[in-house]
């Protein structure tokens, strides 16, 4: 009982009761505890409690982990569903642009496959993590773990090792500067190029010989679009099915 309460409370699909019961059992809390009540307590799991949107992949729910001014790389824990320190940045270039992931999206085979189709590689493999997603827009942000909505206009294609780790670019619903772009052409190329640098080298030391990371192909909206569909698919396959 416990274990699985314990299990809810990790998801964000918590309510008060069950909260309480671990309360009651660990704390020795008064019996009142126990009353159930349907009032949830804890907000839903940022990749697996919120849906993608209704008009995905043309615009797409983002939960944004990384805003412009961080000097520390955050992300989602996975089980917890709570935003935590992965490291702080390396060096002193940081994220051009708002960063995230769109939730129930998972880069697995299919991903993998248009990566490997595109590039004509072999053994490529999906990094297993929500699809990445870059938001353009003109506002500062103070700091992440919030949702909002974004249009794709395009992508990079990166590889990782032997992983394909595509990152989403999109232009946040409405932005005064940014929201009028509808494919990543019309972004200036001045920023596709911050971004490019950006990770390609947040993994990388200087004396590091050997590149873990390449961006091998910008592409459009349609093919970002393709990307997130498979990204759906692919969480489908994951998560929901068995």
Known sequence: MIQRNEIALATGLVTISAVAAIKSFRFGLPAFYHRPMDKQLFQAHPWHGVTPGPRTPELVNAYIEIVPTDAVKYELDKWSGHLRVDRP?????????????????????????????????????????????????????????????????????????????????????????????VEIRDVPQGLIDRLKHYFLSYKQLPSDKDKKVEIVDVYDRAEAQDVITRSLRDYESEFERG
């Open 89 to 181: 940045q390396r060096f002193s270039s940081m994220s051009p642009t708002l960063y995230g992931f769109i939730p129930q999206t998972y880069c697995g085979r299919e991903v993998a496959e248009l990566c490997a189709i595109r590039t004509g590689r072999q053994g490529i493999e999906g990094d297993k993590d929500p699809m990445d997603i870059c938001v353009l827009s003109e506002k500062s942000f103070t700091h992440g773990s919030f949702f909002l909505h974004a249009r794709p206009i395009g992508g990079l294609r990166m590889i990782d090792g032997n992983e394909a780790d595509d990152k989403i670019v999109a232009v946040l619903e409405s932005d005064l500067a940014y929201g009028k772009i």
